[in-house]
């Protein structure tokens, strides 16, 4: 699309946020009036927010990019306690992530798409099936859950999708005090379903198929106490035999034992750290 129609749809997106999404959790666009060389979109992670990258995306802004930030379906309720983020489908992903790529295809001649953890995972499908995103940037993919090997999370997504919903505190200690207080303090059970299906859908197709992305650039914490960076070698190493170059997997190191390296209200994000070396791995 041209970039007016670009903006056009960009702003019917940010027109869906109504009373019921907290003002710091809408769908964000910074855009410089014109089309760019390079526009960027980042994807937020399981119940958080487009306020996660309240910091990075001025940052990328900064740097002469246009920048869209979708909210993903069911995500940003000024209700914290919402039980709505159990309707969440692996399609609702998929149609929100190939969507926020359509309009940066005319907010940029070229498209970066980065996001962390369900982000990660929305990152690994684009830079899988898009041959019209440059580069790809998934940051801590939950492709596995906690340091389990890819059989123990297939079975749980089969277990997740028999059971009915239930909801479980991301930290029982602190419950509804959970940080960041932007973002939810629980998640449903179907909602971690729906991300582990999009990252089975990636993990299988992977071994049978090269990404179409231009280069794909996996990041992981070493020291991430939430996934499986084994499983998410196990898909980079899966690119890499279909595809001799473009793929890289790199490990940050020295950061604290903490998942979320991208929100700035995170305490253990390490932002002053993580932030530079992920706009060097983008590269644009």
């Known amino acids: 699309m041209s970039y007016v129609e670009a ?9 869906r946020d109504d009373a019921a999404i907290a003002p710091y959790a809408r769908t964000m666009l910074l855009e410089h009036g014109e089309k760019r060389p390079w526009s960027i979109v980042l994807l937020h ?4 927010n487009p306020g996660q990258f309240a910091a990075f ?24 306690l919402t039980n709505d983020i159990a309707k969440l489908t692996a399609a609702d992903l998929i149609n929100a992530s190939n969507e926020a790529v359509d309009i940066a295809g005319g907010l940029g001649e070229r498209v970066a798409v980065l996001g962390i953890s369900l982000g990660g995972i929305s990152c690994a499908y684009l830079g899988q ?22 059989g123990f999370t297939h079975m749980l997504a089969f277990a997740l999708w028999v059971l009915p919903n239930f909801f479980l505190w991301w930290d029982p200690r ?3 005090k959970q940080k960041p207080l932007t ?14 299906q999009m990252a ?16 794909i650039a996996t ?15 196990e898909v980079v190493d899966a690119w890499k035999a279909r595809r001799a170059s473009g793929i890289e997997y790199i490990e940050l190191t020295g950061l604290p034992e903490n998942h979320d390296i991208i929100d700035p209200q995170n305490p253990l994000a390490a932002t002053n750290i993580v932030y530079p070396k992920l706009i060097e791995i983008l590269n644009l």
């Open 183 to 196: 973002a939810y303090p629980r998640f449903a059970t179907k909602a971690l379903l729906a991300s582990l």
């Open 45 to 48: 992670g399981l119940t958080n």
């Open 129 to 150: 099936y898009r041959d019209d995103v440059s580069v790809s940037v998934p940051i801590a993919p939950d492709f596995g859950v906690l340091h389990f090997l890819h």
């Open 7 to 15: 903006l056009e749809q960009a702003r019917a997106v940010m027109a």
């Open 219 to 233: 990041v992981v914490n070493v020291l991430d106490p939430a996934v499986s960076n084994v499983v998410t070698k």
């Open 174 to 176: 602190v419950r509804e």
């Open 57 to 80: 995306a001025p940052e990328l802004a900064k740097l002469g990019h246009n920048v869209f930030v979708p909210r993903m379906p069911y995500h940003g309720y000024a209700d914290r």
């Open 200 to 215: 089975e859908k990636v993990y299988s197709i992977a071994r049978r198929s090269a990404p179409k992305a231009g280069r």
